[in-house]
């Protein structure tokens, strides 16, 4: 299985941006998906997760700006990012629990997508 993000940028303050990513390759069932950021010199922190069902789970940095939703026809999880702020720079990493067919649980990683937050 794996991850392609794309969406990041450059955006100003108050700006909005949109990321997308979607899984392919040997699918079974993907369970949980979800949104981590890391900026320089922190640790990678969870900005939002979704279930299969559509259950949402936001930082709270985020609640109230950040939209998180996805399509399992595309296994696709998509995060929208409004009013954003200088603070929320950071490289976004998307994961997926997959379920593969002997009932394995692993989680992938996408690769980074940049999100600069300057004016």
């Known amino acids: 299985v794996q991850l392609q993000a794309s969406g990041g940028g450059l955006v100003q303050p108050g700006g909005s941006l949109r990321l997308s990513c979607a899984a392919s390759?040997?699918?079974?069932?993907?369970?949980?998906m979800g949104w981590y950021r890391q900026a320089p010199g922190k640790q990678r922190e969870l900005v939002a997760t979704?279930?299969?069902?559509?259950?949402?789970n936001y930082a709270d940095s985020v609640k109230g700006r950040f939209t998180i939703s996805r399509d399992n026809a595309k296994n696709t999880v998509y995060l929208q990012m409004n009013s954003l702020e200088p603070e929320d720079t950071a490289a976004y990493y998307c994961?997926?629990?997959?379920?593969?067919?002997?009932?394995?649980?692993?989680?992938?990683w996408g690769q980074g997508t940049q999100v600069t937050v300057s004016s």
């Open positions: 994961n997926a629990q997959h379920l593969g067919s002997t009932f394995t649980l692993t989680v992938y």
């Open positions: 390759g040997s699918i079974f069932i993907i369970n949980d």
């Open positions: 979704i279930t299969s069902g559509g259950g949402t």
